[in-house]
């Protein structure tokens, strides 16, 4: 069989990556043609990009001031963040990127000090994805459920703002650290229908990732359409190849990567 990732998860030269959004039971498909930077992939961002004096609301529904830069108050959380970086794109926001950016694509994967701190994304910024039974009730950071614990893997999509919420439960002000392991893949679109239909079978092997996307903004829709020309290719049963084969041959034909 061959090993599609390396010993840290992020896909080979070579390789395909699926990127699959429940919204619409849709997924991209893009083969790394290359690895920017390659053995060099790790950023010791540090603290959480919080700001003394800002305020946070809380649990129990009220708001906590932040103590000191990086510093998360007992019982608080935070609305959707973004991580500045001077000199990128968007100095604001590190991984974001336009659409003429189409043939980058930013695997991240995120740990976070202290490991127990609870993490979910909003994509696009201020859209809550998490969601229990359809619609019936949201989750997050902000509830019982719905979220993660010191790691996220995401891939990060052009023309759309994350952003990254975080929980802290216990009694006590907690100090930060955030590091992220990633890779900067070029990629592309493979032109073969058939192949296409393998990897979302899952007769070909592919890094899968799903996106938290389970609320379809317009913002995310008009963003892969200005980025890929397409949604994504839509999933179908393994019996149903030639229908396959014939919609993903049309949609190829939008594909601008």
Do not use: C
């Not at 959380?77 to 794109?89: E, I, N, R, V």
């Not at 043939?103 to 910024?125: N, S």
């Not at 930060?176 to 893949?185: D, I, L, M, P």
């Amino acid at each position: 069989m061959n090993k599609v990732t390396d010993e840290y998860g992020l896909v080979l030269e070579g390789e395909y990556i699926t990127v699959f959004m429940p919204a619409t039971s849709r997924a991209l498909v893009f083969r790394v043609k290359s690895r920017v930077n390659r053995g060099y992939e790790t950023i010791d961002y540090g603290p959480l990009p919080l700001t003394a004096g800002s305020t946070l609301p809380t649990f129990e529904g009220g708001s906590a001031s932040v103590p000191a830069d990086g510093v998360i108050p007992a019982r608080a959380y935070t609305t959707g963040l973004s991580f500045p970086m001077d000199g990128a794109y968007d100095r604001d926001d590190m991984w974001y990127v336009p659409e003429d950016y189409r043939d980058r694509l930013f695997h991240i994967i995120q740990y976070v000090t202290p490991a127990f701190l609870r993490i979910d994304v909003q994509i696009p910024t201020a859209v809550t994805q998490g969601r229990f039974q359809k619609d019936k009730i949201v989750t997050g950071v902000d509830k019982p459920f719905g979220f993660a614990r010191g790691k996220y893997e995401i891939v990060q999509l052009p023309k759309i703002h994350y952003g990254y919420r975080y929980a802290n439960e216990t009694n006590i002000d907690l100090y930060s650290f955030v590091k992220f392991t990633y890779a900067e893949y070029v990629v592309e679109t493979p032109r073969n229908p058939n192949l296409i239909f393998d990897i979302l079978t899952r007769r070909m092997l592919s890094k899968w990732i799903t996106l938290p996307v389970n609320v379809m903004d317009t913002t995310v829709e008009r963003a892969m359409i200005d980025a890929y020309g397409i949604t994504g290719f839509p999933l179908y049963p393994i019996d149903e190849r030639d229908r396959a084969v014939r919609e993903y041959s049309e949609l190829l034909r939008e594909v601008k990567i």
